[in-house]
């Protein structure tokens, strides 16, 4: 395991299971571990691409008060958690969405008028 998880974390988590008090081996530990950062990173590339789509979009599809939500910068991406980034793509989503509901509704009541 060395050089995917620190040496030092597997040496607590071994000394944790011979005391005990937890039920995994160091080796699916560390496995689990790995599979969750692996997880994690295909979950945050996704959400940025998806970003990436909904800024080339531009100002299609969003009222105007919702614009604010374009003066982000890609490049902060790096510096932001994934939380941070799944609120924003889905603040643009719902943006989006409500524009068009609200569009869809004007539509509906004229040709109804």
């Given at each position: 395991?060395?050089?995917?998880?620190?040496?030092?974390?597997?040496?607590?988590?071994?000394?944790?299971?011979?005391?005990?008090?937890?039920?995994?081996?160091?080796?699916?530990?560390?496995?689990?571990?790995?599979?969750?950062?692996?997880?994690?990173?295909?979950?945050?590339?996704?959400?940025?691409?998806?970003?990436?789509?909904?800024?080339?979009?531009?100002?299609?599809?969003?009222?105007?008060?919702?614009?604010?939500?374009?003066?982000?910068?890609?490049?902060?991406?790096?510096h932001s958690t994934g939380e941070d980034q799944a609120i924003w793509l889905l603040a643009l989503k719902a943006a989006?969405?409500?524009?068009?509901?609200?569009?869809?509704?004007?539509?509906?009541?004229?040709?109804?008028?």
């Amino acid at each position: 395991m060395e050089g995917m998880i620190s040496v030092e974390v597997a040496k607590v988590q071994s000394e944790m299971e011979e005391a005990g008090q937890c039920k995994l081996t160091v080796k699916s530990w560390c496995a689990g571990l790995v599979v969750s950062g692996e997880q994690a990173v295909h979950w945050k590339e996704t959400i940025r691409a998806e970003l990436e789509y909904q800024m080339s979009l531009g100002e299609n599809g969003l009222a105007e008060e919702d614009r604010y939500l374009l003066e982000h910068n890609l490049d902060d991406l790096d510096h932001s958690t994934g939380e941070d980034q799944a609120i924003w793509l889905l603040a643009l989503k719902a943006a989006r969405k409500a524009r068009q509901l609200r569009e869809n509704r004007r539509n509906t009541a004229a040709a109804e008028g």
